[in-house]
């Protein structure tokens, strides 16, 4: 390998499966990085939790914490995109907040957004064939999932294979449309 002194400048793309939790994105997520052409990198909102150290939070103060995480992962995306890294983002947006978040910074032209949706049986019953997610979590989410109604790509895992899945949305890539959803959801679009 040989150290450079400078490396182009390119957009990363984003593409980014919005869903509520069991819906399928790691399992999408997994599938794309297999098929998609260049290097991708998958970032899951659940590895930048599984990255804070063991140390107890007090209760009082867990929140914040929380809050930081969920910030700081949306800004480690962006960061990889304006390095010039494409990545799939494996992300739940069950509070209105993490959207407004994500469209202040995210390169909202490159962001392929996916809504992932899955009805709620099939959902309930991913959640109890996993055993690792509590009973009812989808459900509590899957209103305000999707509250903003508005996606570039939309795709029902209780229909379609996670490679069908992962099919389309490789074949989406090369039209996507302008404005894209991020820019019509920010409003510069
Ligand atoms: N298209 C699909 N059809 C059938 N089962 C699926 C499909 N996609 C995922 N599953 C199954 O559903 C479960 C949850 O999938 P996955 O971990 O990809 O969901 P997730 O949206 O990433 O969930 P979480 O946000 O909780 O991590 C897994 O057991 C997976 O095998």
Known sequence: MQHLSSVPP??????????TSSSGKSTIAAELLRILDGPYFHMPVDAFHAMRSGTPVPPDQLDVALHRTWRGYHRAVAGMAAAGNDVVMDHVLSAEWRLRDCLAVL??????FVGVHCPPEELARRERARGDRPGGLAAAQLAQVHAHGLYDLEL???SLDPAECAR???EFLPDRPSPTAFERLAGTG
């Open 10 to 19: 390119r957009r990363g793309l984003v593409v980014f499966l919005n869903g």
């Open 107 to 112: 390169p909202a032209r490159d962001v392929v």
């Open 168 to 170: 389309r949305i490789k």
């Open 156 to 158: 029902d895992t209780g």
